[in-house]
């Protein structure tokens, strides 16, 4: 399977039915008004409003899920214990709830006071009751009529904030919804699809804000990060993740952990002199996942993707700012802080994805230190100090290393990690009490292929391919990094490639799921499997926990993955003990 079978650019137009037929009298049926389609169902039997404070304190909040990621630091530590390691081995099925997109899922729910809010691919929400699984409401996105997206038409989540649901679609739209009722409050046009922008991550809502980036990375879009007013859909601030002047950067020779990339500088400079340096307008530099939010520092932290085009570097000489970075940013205006570039020149499509977790460790003085880390395509997990963006650590590699940095060639160069990583957009989790952070990770060798592309228009643009070996084993990694060291404390490999991400829980458990079908649960101390379930499609997303009824449950949607081809199907299984 080549890199080109992973990415698919689709054009999609999805009607909503115009009537229903009747309904209870406590229901409601609606058409489409003015083009843009509602919910149909019943309205939810409460009041649904998240406060500014309860989404602050969403990372000692036991009852709910109110970020995608748990909290605005991400760690995905759920703070309860009533399922816990000496009881896990114990947990049952409490529902499951089927959709009627038969299509990949790697969606985060989130649950409101007993409420769940699920997405699908193409765009669907569910409202449902997060005891029983019966269904509330249901919103189905009017797509537009033509769609441009990378690697699968899936949807990570929604935000919630007060009584409005937000989600990104892959038309490039941010729509904000009645949270009880589903009804569309506004939608706002982000992008312009046909020239390849899509969105697929969960946005973050805060102080007023909805934030929420861009994918487009392989169709020659110029990145961004953007903030829209909660209440109207009103853009506030923009950050370009390509900046105008300065993308050529410092012509770095090493990676961040200071290995040569092979980079023939000279030449560069030479075709960057002689380009005129416009080609940031489509250098790519999508941000696929949700930043974290320090409100004490009031900043945004978040990964920036590979440049466009992914393997052909002759079309953008120089660094290739701020693609495959971290990046800190002014939450009130958007303002550049600091960025970090772990894969100057990218031609590897090693680029930085999983989201960024802000938390505490260990500095070079041996003294504690806020931190914001994140998990690489590389398999290393990065540590930066928070203010600055200076590199503390990095870890030992959690995948194979070999033949880096390689350059891709015509017949095909070999070098591990492929393209897909180590970690790929799978969120990680930390534990601050085992001080460890929880990564999935992949490997699948690769021969990464270069061919001359100019810039084809909003269409895929790989200037090359990268293709799987057939003849290398594929299979997975749950590793567990210590992130005062570096050191790798346990791992557990899987049959299968892991993409989908972590849940970590103060009951001294890790719940991962895998391709095939299996959901596991893991001590959290020294890896040692204590439970597994098969789901009957691949769980390629990350699982969520909250209470209800003084009962915990754990959610997780299996639905396959399109990137790496695992079984599809259209449920969310959420599981409890007896």
Avoid at 61 to 68: M, P, R
Avoid at 188 to 203: F, V
Avoid at 507 to 524: C, I, K, P, S, T
């Amino acid at each position: 399977m080549t890199r080109t079978d992973m990415l698919r650019s689709t054009s999609v137009a999805i009607s909503v039915a115009a009537a229903f037929a009747a309904l209870p009298s406590a229901a409601f049926a609606q058409a489409e008004i003015s083009g843009q389609a509602v919910a149909t169902g019943m309205a939810v039997p409460k009041a649904v409003s998240v406060s500014q404070r309860q989404l602050d304190a969403a990372d000692g909040d036991s009852a709910n899920f109110l970020h995608s990621n748990m909290n605005y630091a991400q760690t995905r530590y759920y703070p309860a214990d009533q399922i816990n390691s000496g009881n896990v081995a114990k947990l049952r099925p409490a529902f499951q709830f089927q959709t009627e997109v038969l299509e990949s899922m790697e969606t985060a729910p989130i649950v409101v006071d007993g409420v769940m809010y699920v997405t699908t691919s193409y765009n669907h929400i569910y409202a449902l009751d997060a005891v029983t699984g019966k269904e509330f409401w249901h919103y189905k996105h009017k797509m537009g009529a033509v769609t441009t997206y990378c690697c699968g038409p899936n949807n990570r989540g929604v935000a919630i904030m007060g009584d409005k649901l937000y989600m990104g679609t892959l038309d490039a739209k941010l729509v904000a919804l009645d949270a009880k009722t589903g009804k569309v409050l506004w939608a706002t046009q982000i992008a312009d699809p046909e020239a390849g922008y899509s969105e697929t991550m969960a946005p973050v809502a805060v102080n007023g804000k909805v934030l929420i980036g861009t994918n487009g990375g392989e169709y020659g879009i110029r990145g961004f990060v953007k903030a829209y007013d909660a209440n109207d859909g009103k853009l506030l601030w923009t950050f370009d993740t390509v900046p105008a002047k300065g993308h050529e950067g410092v012509w770095a020779v090493n990676d961040a952990t200071n290995r040569n990339m092979k980079r023939d500088i000279a030449a560069e400079k030479a075709q960057f002199a002689k380009g005129g340096g416009d080609f940031y307008k489509t250098l790519g530099g999508g941000v696929w996942m949700a930043p974290a939010i320090d409100k004490d520092a009031n900043m945004a932290f978040f990964v920036v993707g590979n440049p466009s085009p992914d393997l052909y570097g002759a079309e953008r000489p120089g660094d290739n700012l701020y693609t495959d970075s971290i990046v800190a940013v002014d939450l009130n205006t958007g303002a550049y802080k600091w960025h970090y570039q772990y894969v100057a020149h990218d031609v590897w499509d090693l680029d930085a994805v999983s989201p960024v977790i802000l938390t505490d460790a260990m500095g070079k003085d041996g003294k504690m230190r806020k931190v914001a880390i994140h998990g690489g395509k590389t398999g290393h997990v990065y540590v930066h100090d928070r203010a600055t963006g200076e590199l503390i650590r990095f870890s030992e590699a959690m995948v194979p290393q070999e033949n880096m940095w390689v350059l891709p060639t015509k017949d095909g160069a070999r070098m591990l990690p492929g393209a897909n990583g180590g970690v790929e957009w799978s969120p990680m989790a930390v534990n601050p009490k085992t001080r460890l952070a929880y990564a999935a990770n992949l490997h699948q060798p690769m021969t990464y292929h270069v061919e001359e592309a100019k810039y084809p228009g909003g269409k895929l643009w790989l200037g090359g391919a990268f293709k799987v070996i057939a003849t290398e084993k594929q299979w997975g990694r749950l590793a567990a990094v210590n992130i005062d060291t570096g050191k790798m404390e346990w791992k557990f490999d899987t049959e299968q490639p892991l993409i989908g991400g972590v849940l970590a829980t103060a009951g001294n458990l890790v719940f991962n799921g895998e391709g095939n079908g299996l959901f596991r649960a893991f001590d959290a101390k020294n890896g040692k499997m204590l439970w597994e379930y098969q789901c009957g499609a691949g769980v390629n997303a990350p699982a969520v926990s909250y209470m209800a009824g003084g009962k915990q449950y754990v959610a997780v949607a299996a639905g396959g993955n399109t990137q790496l081809d695992f079984k599809r199907g259209n449920s969310v299984v959420v599981f409890a003990l007896p």
